[in-house]
T-cell receptor, first 113, second 114 residues
Framework: KQEVTQIPAALSVPEGENLVLNCSFTDSAIYNLQWFRQDPGKGLTSLLLIQSSQREQTSGRLNASLDKSSGRSTLYIAASQPGDSATYLCAVRLNFGNEKLTFGTGTRLTIIP | SQTIHQWPATLVQPVGSPLSLECTVEGTSNPNLYWYRQAAGRGLQLLFYSVGIGQISSEVPQNLSASRPQDRQFILSSKKLLLSDSGFYLC?????????????FGPGTRLTVT
């Protein structure tokens, strides 16, 4: 059974700092991994999708990496801003025929102005 | 561009009452559709998914059911709500076999069962 872990559960950093969020998964035979952000009381916003054959994906100040063999992904946020404050979730999909995403419980990020 | 709608945004229902939550997607055809629940202090749990009209797969046994009467419409229902059905319900879509598998979520419905 796939299990996804995100540590730490909460993180506070001063504005302007670079930061890394971590995601670990137990079954390395994944199809893809997706990073989301969730603002309080809102739905999920997709940030980045990494296919199993890729090592990393970039979008603006965000960079996500994937190391399947070690069961790890990181989300790097450069030059953090107060608007980056949110809960960040990672989710893995096992294979093409399996529609299920298994989510981590998230990291609640607070950027201190 | 694609848009996903959910309604209502919030709902307070007594135990034993019926439930109907609706989700519609615009700007795409033949999407895969999903219902998730996010309970307080817990992660997101996939409840149902559908790869086509009338095709529903259930991930967990529960008090809920889902239907897909049209290509871009997904409905979550219950005949009699339980207290444990309270939570934040999220609908999502993906591009099916023609897509990369990226899932996009709607704004959610906050359900409180009293």
């Amino acid at each position: 059974k796939q299990e996804v872990t995100q540590i730490p559960a909460a993180l506070s950093v001063p504005e302007g700092e670079n930061l890394v969020l971590n995601c670990s998964f137990t079954d390395s035979a994944i199809y893809n991994l997706q990073w989301f952000r969730q603002d309080p009381g809102k739905g999920l916003t997709s940030l980045l999708l990494i296919q199993s054959s890729q090592r990393e994906q970039t979008s603006g100040r965000l960079n996500a990496s994937l190391d399947k063999s070690s069961g790890r992904s990181t989300l790097y946020i450069a030059a953090s801003q107060p608007g980056d404050s949110a809960t960040y979730l990672c989710a893995v999909r096992l294979n093409f025929g399996n529609e299920k995403l298994t989510f981590g419980t998230g990291t609640r990020l607070t950027i201190i102005p | 561009s694609q848009t996903i709608h959910q309604w209502p945004a919030t709902l307070v229902q007594p135990v034993g009452s019926p439930l109907s939550l609706e989700c519609t997607v615009e700007g795409t055809s033949n999407p895969n559709l999903y219902w998730y629940r996010q309970a307080a202090g817990r992660g997101l749990q996939l409840l149902f998914y559908s790869v086509g009209i009338g095709q529903i797969s259930s991930e967990v046994p529960q008090n809920l059911s889902a239907s897909r009467p049209q290509d871009r419409q997904f409905i979550l229902s219950s005949k009699k709500l339980l207290l444990s059905d309270s939570g934040f319900y999220l609908c999502a879509w993906s591009g099916g076999s023609s897509g990369r598998g990226e899932q996009y979520f709607g704004p959610g419905t906050r359900l409180t069962v009293t």
